[in-house]
């Protein structure tokens, strides 16, 4: 049997991080928030560069944990703990200005000028030895496919897609189908270890529900 957690009013709020086009109304958010309010926790979303996120949560000090990641991350993060229940999937798509361009897989992208988000480390992964050019936000990448800069983007499908929604430009495709997909979990520093367990359980009975609706 785990021991109780005890919460104090100092340790009640947790501070999340996730990339900046990421806010509470996001999905992945409202199922982790659940959880942890299931333990007696609030947390607070704090949206930043990517990369500077999985950085600042494996760092432990402003942050105290990553909203959605995926496995891959606990073997580039060891301060950081995989809460081993999938929240969400995230998926690799490729976005272009060339509406012929249909590749379906990744060796297809050989040739393309290819803009990657920075700290979307699987998808760099997968890349291998196709050079590639980072950028800090989608909104700077869909700027670029837009200015003829670039010939693909390839992020994190939902999200990018939402960018590019609220966006006005035009002559952007999504490619279909995406060319990989993933299930994403959420992560919290080695600090809050006495979390894990309780967490976790939480996380299960919110994700559970979650599919019983949906199957409503």
Excluded: C
Excluded at 22 to 30: G, I, L, R
Excluded at 60 to 89: N, S, Y
Excluded at 101 to 127: E, Q
């Amino acid at each position: 049997m785990s021991s109780p957690v005890f919460v104090t009013a100092k340790e009640k709020e947790l501070v999340i991080g996730t990339m900046q086009e990421v806010d509470t109304s996001h999905e992945s958010f409202q199922h982790v928030q659940a959880a942890y309010q299931h333990i007696g926790y609030d947390i607070r979303l704090l949206p930043m560069p990517y990369a500077r996120s999985f950085y600042e949560s494996n760092r432990g000090i402003i942050l105290d944990g990553e909203l959605a990641r995926t496995e891959v991350a606990a073997h580039q993060a060891p301060d950081m703990i995989r809460i081993p229940v999938p929240i969400d999937e995230s998926a690799a798509a490729v976005f272009t200005n060339d509406p012929h361009f249909y590749p379906n897989d990744w060796a297809d992208l050989h040739g393309k000028r290819i803009d990657v988000l920075k700290g979307t480390s699987i998808i760099i992964g997968r890349l291998g030895d196709l050079p590639y050019n980072t950028v800090t936000t989608l909104e700077q990448a869909f700027l670029r496919l837009n200015s003829g800069r670039s010939d693909a983007l390839i992020a994190p499908g939902s999200i990018a897609q939402e960018v590019l929604n609220n966006m006005q430009v035009s002559g952007i495709y999504r490619v279909t189908p995406d060319l990989e997909t993933w299930l994403v979990y959420h992560y919290i520093h080695k600090r809050h270890e006495n979390l894990v367990e309780p967490l976790t359980q939480a996380l299960q009975q919110v994700m559970q529900h979650e599919t019983f609706v949906a199957i409503q």
